[in-house]
């Protein structure tokens, strides 16, 4: 058996998320469903981390494993072919047969994309949160600089069903920033690990900073472990993109 590492690109909007799901469409679904034709067989593919609903990728890294000796080049051109317009395999190679794209990573890079003008163009429309109300946005980008470090991200995580198994909410952000870039209002952040809508959870905590209603030290208060409060609204799916992922 041959295992393949693949960078895909996609957008997300018409999809309900990275994780295969009965009866609807999922990234997984699709490239399972490309390289079952291929390969005859089912494919079992993974991801670097599970994307909601409506959430897009512009290098999400996955890897499965199959028999067939296509070679490297052909296969890219072959899912591309199979896969829906809004999914692309942009690169693909031959992986260590113990690869995992999940348990492997070191780190995992999002950018939210916030469309600060008073009209959203048609073709990024899909790919922002409009958001053109008064806001500070120096308060916007000092609190982004706040979440940099490890903290305890309970209070900026939604209810997921592996809360039962008990695990940590510890992670580090190697970098969190905010910038203001043309009518884009931009965060990214960088990190070792993220929970689930933690970062639209995050922007929706930095919107209220800039509204004037949360301070950097009510930020900090709400990443101390054991606090009982939550973080501001989860900002829209729609304007949070996976970046990158890092290996060693």
Known sequence: MRRIRITVAYDGAVYHG????PGLATIQGALETALEQIEGRP?????????DAGVHALAQVAAFSIANPIPPGNLKKALNRLLPGEIRVLALEEAAADFHPRFQALARTYEYRIWRGE???PFERRYVYHFP???DEERFIEAASVFAGEHDFSAFAASDERDALGGSKVRTFFQSRAWREGDRLLYR???S???KHMVRNIVGTLIEAGKGNLTPD???ALLRPGVEG????SAPARGLFLVGVDYS
């Open 18 to 21: 990275w994780q295969v799901q």
């Open 43 to 51: 494919v079992d593919v993974a991801g670097s981390g599970r994307t």
């Open 119 to 121: 009209v959203v163009p």
């Open 133 to 135: 109300y008064p806001i």
């Open 189 to 191: 952040v960088r990190g």
């Open 193 to 195: 690990g993220f929970l």
């Open 218 to 220: 009510h930020i900090r």
């Open 230 to 233: 939550k973080a501001g609204p």
